[in-house]
């Protein structure tokens, strides 16, 4: 079974800051793997989408990188702004898991000015 | 655009009733799906369509009915409401869907269920 982990569950930086966010999964045959920020009180906005055949995908100053060998994928975020707090999910689709997405509880960050 | 709209955005319930969420996205996607958000729990996937007629079930269906008549709407029906379904759900769709939603989702909003 498919377990997506993030770690640290939350962080606090200074604006300005690069910082990368982690993401973990157990099982490496996987389709594609999905970025995610949530407000609080809103749904997910999708970031960022990379399929197994790519190595990362880039959308202004965000950055995510996936390796499917090692079970990692990273969100690596450049001059970082208050605007950026948000909870910063992952979500990875497993070859073995049919249907679903297995999220990750998600990366609290928090900006600070 | 109003991309996937979720109504009510709070409700809250007495334990054995009955209710239902609406959910409508007007992207023409032929995937939609609800989830619910818990503390320590993540996002679970709760039922999901493929299309219209469509209708499967994901992680944690018991409790709770789906049907998918038109290509927009998907309601989420509580048959018999419990403490244990006041939760966060969340509709989504997307323009592809399994096996390999090469498309990324559209959440909405959320709806906030609390079953006393």
């Known amino acids: 079974k498919q377990e997506v982990t993030q770690i640290p569950a939350a962080l606090s930086v200074p604006e300005g800051e690069n910082l990368v966010l982690n993401c973990s999964f157990t099982?490496?045959?996987?389709?594609?793997l999905q970025w995610f920020r949530q407000d609080p009180g809103k749904g997910l906005t999708s970031l960022l989408l990379i399929q197994s055949s790519q190595r990362e995908q880039t959308s202004g100053r965000l950055n995510a990188s996936l390796d499917k060998s090692s079970g990692r994928s990273t969100l690596y975020i450049a001059a970082s702004q208050p605007g950026d707090s948000a909870t910063y999910l992952c979500a990875a689709l497993g070859e073995t898991s049919g249907s679903r997405l297995t999220f990750g509880e998600g990366t609290q960050l928090t900006v600070n000015p | 655009n109003a991309g996937v709209t979720q109504t009510p955005k709070f409700q809250v319930l007495k334990t054995g009733q009955s209710m239902t969420l609406q959910c409508a996205q007007d992207m023409n996607h032929e995937y939609m799906s609800w989830y619910r958000q818990d503390p320590g729990m993540g996002l679970r996937l709760i039922h999901y369509s493929v299309g219209a007629g469509i209708t499967d079930q994901g992680e944690v269906p018991n409790g709770y009915n789906v049907s998918r008549s038109t290509t927009e709407d998907f309601p989420l029906r509580l048959l018999s409401a419990a403490p244990s379904q006041t939760s966060v759900y969340f509709c989504?769709?997307?323009?592809?869907?399994?096996?390999?939603?090469?498309?990324?989702?559209?959440f909405g909003n959320g709806t906030r269920l609390t079953v006393t």
């Open positions: 099982d490496s045959a996987i389709y594609n």
């Open positions: 989504a769709s997307s323009y592809t869907g399994p096996p390999l939603f090469r498309s990324p989702l559209h």
